[in-house]
């Protein structure tokens, strides 16, 4: 089982739909958790972070968490072309000295 | 402000050179990830630095690899012996050390990585 799983997509969405990124990790011990967007030979760029149990907001982009369940997902409303990417998902592992573990990322393909 | 950068920004060396990468850091970032990402995987963690004093270095694959951050600032990675399964593109990566608060809510900022292919 690998660490952090992601559908590795493509996921397909018309423009202006919600489009739904799911995340599932497996060490417990995780405690912080963060979606980047990739876009093809780019770097990886920050969209949201959460580290609390429910929803956080900002803007289109909305990060849920359940610790328990061990689902993160990420949804962006109002889906526009520019969206089409791929999404990280990272796994903070420790206290200190963090680093991340990634899953493969997801495809999101928004189309016009 | 500046982000990270890295150089080069592609390298095609054949087997058995030497490679070295660079990374700038965003200024002020005492901590300085390498990470790596080779064809049809996910990135993964190479190694952690806070200021000159590698944190974690669980993630090097082996001792071809040898990674420096002299100083605090730049950090450099080296490959010696270079090998086919090498090949990939490494990224750069720094945060802040935040007063009052785990290294584990550290917002990362990547570079935009080196494609280094070993031939």
């Known amino acids: 089982q690998k660490e952090v799983e992601q559908n590795s997509g493509p996921l397909s969405v018309p423009e202006g739909a919600i489009a739904s990124l799911n995340c599932t990790y497996s060490d417990r011990g995780s405690q912080s958790f963060f979606w980047y967007r990739q876009y093809s030979g780019k770097s990886p760029e920050l969209i949201m972070f959460i580290y609390s149990n429910g929803d956080k907001e900002d803007g289109r982009f909305t990060a849920q968490l359940n610790k328990a369940s061990q689902y993160v997902s990420l949804l962006i409303r109002d889906s526009q072309p520019s969206d089409s990417a791929t999404y990280l998902c990272a796994v903070g592992k420790r206290n200190y000295g963090q680093n991340f573990v990634f899953g493969p990322g997801t495809r999101l393909s928004v189309l016009p | 402000e500046a982000g990270v950068t890295q150089f080069p920004s592609h390298s095609v060396i054949e087997k058995g050179q030497t490679v070295t990468l660079r990374c700038d850091p965003i200024?002020?970032?005492?901590?300085l990830y390498w990470y790596r990402r080779v064809m049809g995987k996910e990135i993964k963690f190479l190694l952690h630095?806070?200021?000159?004093?590698?944190?974690?270095e669980s993630g090097m694959p082996n001792n071809r690899f040898l990674a420096e951050r002299t100083g605090g600032t730049y950090s450099t990675l080296k490959v010696q012996p270079a090998e086919l399964e090498d090949s990939g593109v490494y990224f750069c990566?720094?945060?802040?050390?935040?007063?009052?608060?785990?290294?584990?809510?550290?917002?990362?900022?990547f570079g935009p990585g080196t494609r280094l292919t070993v031939l």
């Open positions: 990566a720094s945060s802040q050390v935040l007063a009052g608060m785990s290294s584990s809510y550290n917002e990362q900022f």
């Open positions: 630095f806070v200021k000159e004093s590698k944190q974690d």
């Open positions: 200024s002020g970032h005492d901590n």
